[in-house]
C-alpha cells in the first residue's frame, strides 16, 4: 500500500493506479470504515482501477465549542487495517497541504443540509463539503464511498456533487453495527461502561417506530412517545424526526427516512433508518 502525504507524489501515484474507488475518512477506523473499503475493493476491480482511502480529520467541520483535539486517532492501526483490508493508497495530508496559506473558498451547500445536524452544527456542512470536493478533485475519484449512518451527510455530498456536475458517483453503503444494533462510530470509545449499557435504545428506539408507522399512523405521536422513553432513559434528544430521504424535510407519514441525534454523556449518538 502506498502512503502518500503531499500532492504532487499523490497525483503522481494515482495516475499509475487507473480508476479510483476513494474512501474518505477522518481516521480511527472501525469495522464500518472497513467495510467501505472491502465495497471499494469491488468497485475499483469493476473499474479496473484500484482502491484508495484519504485519513484526515477535518477542522472546518468542527464549530467552536467541538473538541478538534480530542477526536480519536490512531495512524499507525488505521494504516495496518487499510493494507489488510486491501487499500491501495492511503492518502494523509496534513491540515498545511488541505487548506494552504491564502485560501478563500469554500462550498456552501443549502438543501439537503438544512436542519438537523446543519442547525445543530452551524457550518459543519460546509466543512464536509469543501473538503470532499477537494478530496475528490485531489484523487480524481470515479466512485466515492460513504457511510449510511450519516445520512444527511450522505445526502449532502450526493446534492454538492451533482449541483457541480463532478464526474463521480457517491455510493451509499449500510450502516455497520455492532451485535446489540449500536450503529458503529468512532466516538463511541468514549462513552462510560453503563452509557455504553444503554446506547442501544437510540437504534431499539428507531425500530419501535418504523414499525408502528407502518399502519400509516401519524408520526409526530409516535416520535413524541419515543423521544419521551430515551429522555426517561437519560438521552438528551436533540431530534428524532421522520423526513424525505433526499431533502431531509420533514413529512407527517412514511415512506421517509427516521433520522435521530441523541447526547449520552459526552457522546453524540447518530442514526437512522428508513421507514416505509
Known amino acids: 500500500m502506498r502512503i502518500v502525504r503531499d500532492l504532487p507524489t499523490l497525483r503522481a501515484e494515482t495516475g499509475k493506479l487507473g480508476p479510483i474507488a476513494l474512501v474518505p475518512t477522518m481516521g480511527a477506523l472501525h469495522e464500518g470504515h472497513i467495510s467501505l473499503v472491502r465495497a471499494a475493493r469491488r468497485e475499483a476491480a469493476a473499474m479496473g482501477g484500484a482502491v484508495a482511502a484519504s485519513i484526515f480529520v477535518n477542522p472546518l467541520q468542527f464549530g467552536p465549542n467541538e473538541d478538534l483535539s480530542r477526536y480519536p486517532r490512531d495512524e499507525e492501526g488505521d494504516l495496518r487495517a487499510l493494507e489488510a483490508a486491501g487499500c491501495d493508497l492511503a492518502w494523509l495530508p ?36 469543501t473538503v470532499c470536493a477537494k ?56 462513552l462510560a461502561p453503563e452509557e455504553r449499557a ?16 407502518r399502519d400509516g399512523r401519524m408520526a409526530e405521536p409516535v416520535l413524541a412517545e419515543a423521544r419521551a422513553r430515551l429522555a426517561a432513559a437519560g438521552f438528551a434528544v436533540d431530534y428524532l424526526a421522520l423526513v424525505e ?18 447526547r449520552l454523556g459526552s457522546v453524540r449518538l447518530l442514526d437512522n433508518i428508513a421507514a416505509a
Open 198 to 213: 444503554k446506547a442501544p435504545l437510540v437504534f431499539e428506539a428507531l425500530t419501535q417506530v418504523a414499525a408502528t408507522l
Open 245 to 262: 430521504a433526499e431533502t431531509l424535510r420533514p413529512i407527517m407519514r412514511g415512506p421517509g427516512r427516521l433520522v435521530i441525534a441523541a
Open 94 to 129: 496534513s491540515v498545511g497541504v488541505m487548506y494552504p496559506p491564502g485560501r478563500a473558498t469554500v462550498i456552501d451547500v443549502a438543501g439537503p443540509s438544512e436542519g438537523w445536524e446543519g442547525t445543530a452544527r452551524p457550518g459543519h456542512f460546509r466543512g464536509v463539503a
Open 135 to 190: 478530496l475528490f478533485l485531489q484523487t480524481g475519484a470515479r466512485v466515492a464511498l460513504f457511510g449510511e449512518k450519516d445520512w444527511q451527510q450522505l445526502q449532502v455530498v450526493r446534492r454538492m456533487a451533482s449541483d457541480l456536475d463532478m464526474p463521480l458517483r457517491i455510493l451509499g453503503c449500510p450502516t455497520v453495527r455492532e451485535a446489540d444494533g449500536l450503529a458503529m462510530s468512532s466516538r463511541n470509545r468514549f
